[in-house]
């Protein structure tokens, strides 16, 4: 059974760092390409981030480019979201994704997500 | 404003067919598949319909997905309450090497 476990969210200060975590399991990691997806509290899902299996391709949304960084560490099954210089729209549940194939646009497993609040 | 435009709302009664309609343009739809996901408030997403027209499984046959040129739809026969959710459309867009989502369809089964 595939699970994905994030972890890591909290309150931050506009202008500060977290990291977010997901586990994962169930399924042979380092052979998928894993991504995150955002929420902003009563607003739609957005995409923010995908790297490949091996950890060599990426991708970001314009609104985090330069600001976030997604990494994996295969030998531990896990996938980290980096967020530096966090604002206030950046407040949301971010969920962790797999991506079902090399097409990046299905995210056939998800999370149950970790909320991220940006406030003073 | 999403650069996939779907309507904020639609309703049908129970056994009716409902749909949901998601534009895009030729950088993202018109060249690549489109992916439907359904939200039930307060849990998480779920992959409903995959290039253009594949159900994973475990996806009731109530649920179609088609597409052409620079559109799709999502077909739901049958309508049953438990179908109430958010509608979200997905595709990659080759301009802004992204996944794009639609700004999502509320379900109401009246």
């Known amino acids: 059974e595939v699970q994905l476990l994030e972890s890591g969210g909290g309150l931050v200060q506009p202008g500060g760092s977290l990291r977010l975590s997901c586990a994962a399991s169930?399924?042979?990691?380092?052979?998928?390409?894993m991504s995150w997806v955002r929420q902003a509290p009563g607003k739609g899902l957005e995409w923010v981030s995908v790297i490949s299996g091996s950890g060599t391709s990426t991708y970001y949304a314009d609104s985090v480019k330069g600001r976030f960084t997604i990494s994996r560490d295969n030998s531990k099954n896990t996938v980290f979201l980096q967020m530096n210089s966090l604002r206030a729209e950046d407040t949301a549940v971010y969920y962790c994704t797999k991506v079902r194939d090399q097409l990046l646009a299905g995210l056939d497993y998800w999370g149950q997500g970790t909320l991220v609040t940006v406030s003073s | 404003q999403s650069v996939l435009t779907q309507p904020p709302s639609a309703s049908g009664t129970p056994g009716q067919r409902g749909t949901i309609s998601c534009s895009g343009s030729s950088s993202n739809i018109g060249s690549n598949y489109v992916y439907w996901y359904q939200q039930v408030p307060g849990t998480a997403p779920k992959l409903l319909i995959y290039k253009n027209n594949q159900r994973p499984s475990g996806v009731p046959d109530r649920f179609s997905g088609s597409k052409s040129a620079t559109s799709a739809s999502l077909a739901i026969s049958g309508l049953r309450s438990e179908d109430e959710a958010d509608y979200y459309c997905?595709?990659?867009?080759?301009?802004?090497?992204?996944?794009?989502f639609g700004g999502g369809t509320k379900l109401t089964v009246l």
């Open positions: 997905a595709a990659w867009d080759d301009s802004l090497s992204a996944l794009i």
């Open positions: 169930g399924f042979t990691f380092s052979s998928y390409a």
